[in-house]
């Protein structure tokens, strides 16, 4: 078990530019969430998962924003016309199937910090 | 709304002494409630969590967490304090969607 990767940890971009983060989930994982962390926040929710089918979206996540998990294993956050305000720290989390040792918690990445510049 | 509060935004406490952080919650129904703690440029680590059965919940690192409904809160706890205690903590509540929803979060600092 390697745990959920993420990958960029670190992305420093200019105004306008598309970013894309990738998240690998533990892999008997059929959950996976992405959240957003901006400086002194707590993590707000953006969109899970289950399998391959998005199941809910929040209001945070502008058109700008879109996440797919095509084979219900890894997924993708894109960026499009990256804002400053977009800076953040992307993290991403999964869990197992309910009733699959499931009780709630989330086990997260490290995350993938973005600046936009 | 279902939510969590964290009402202190950073404890102070000096190595060896007990810390708590605090943390109230509002939900309907019974609430699932977990403790996180984060580092600097790190993910979230799990703790402990709060589901059902008795109210002194024990976690990571020596750290529990006491739950009481009356009073609606889920207050983190530890009888001596570590320097490498020292970190962001948050308070979280499970919702509608296996989500969890985060407090703004509580700063320990432990000092020698």
């Known amino acids: 078990d390697t745990g959920v990767s993420q990958d960029p940890r670190h992305k420093i971009t200019k105004r306008g530019q598309n970013v894309t983060f990738r998240c690998d989930p533990i892999?008997?994982?059929?959950?996976l969430y992405w959240y957003r962390q901006t400086l002194g926040q707590g993590p707000e929710f953006l969109t899970y998962?289950?399998?391959?089918?998005?199941l809910e979206k929040s209001r945070l996540l502008s058109d700008r924003f879109s996440a797919e998990r095509p084979k219900g294993s890894f997924s993708t956050l894109e960026i499009q016309r990256t804002e400053q305000g977009d800076s953040a720290m992307y993290l991403c989390a999964s869990s197992p199937p309910w009733g699959q040792g499931n009780t709630g918690e989330l086990f997260f990445g490290e995350g993938s910090r973005l600046t936009v510049l | 709304a279902q939510s969590v509060a964290q009402p202190e935004d950073q404890v102070n406490v000096a190595e060896g002494n007990p810390l708590t952080v605090k943390c109230t919650y509002s939900?309907?129904?019974?609430?699932?409630l977990f403790w996180y703690v984060q580092y600097p440029n790190r993910g979230l680590q799990f703790l402990l969590k709060?589901?059902?059965?008795?109210?002194l919940v024990k976690g990571s690192y020596g750290f529990e967490a006491e739950f009481n409904k009356s009073q609606t809160s889920f207050h983190l706890k530890k009888p001596s304090a570590l320097v490498s205690d020292s970190a962001l903590y948050f308070c979280?509540?499970?919702?509608?969607?296996?989500?969890?929803?985060f407090g703004a979060g509580t700063i320990l600092r432990v000092k020698s």
């Open positions: 709060y589901i059902t059965g008795d109210n």
């Open positions: 892999s008997e994982h059929n959950r």
């Open positions: 939900v309907s129904g019974n609430p699932y």
């Open positions: 979280a509540v499970r919702v509608y969607g296996n989500k969890l929803v």
């Open positions: 998962f289950q399998n391959e089918a998005q």
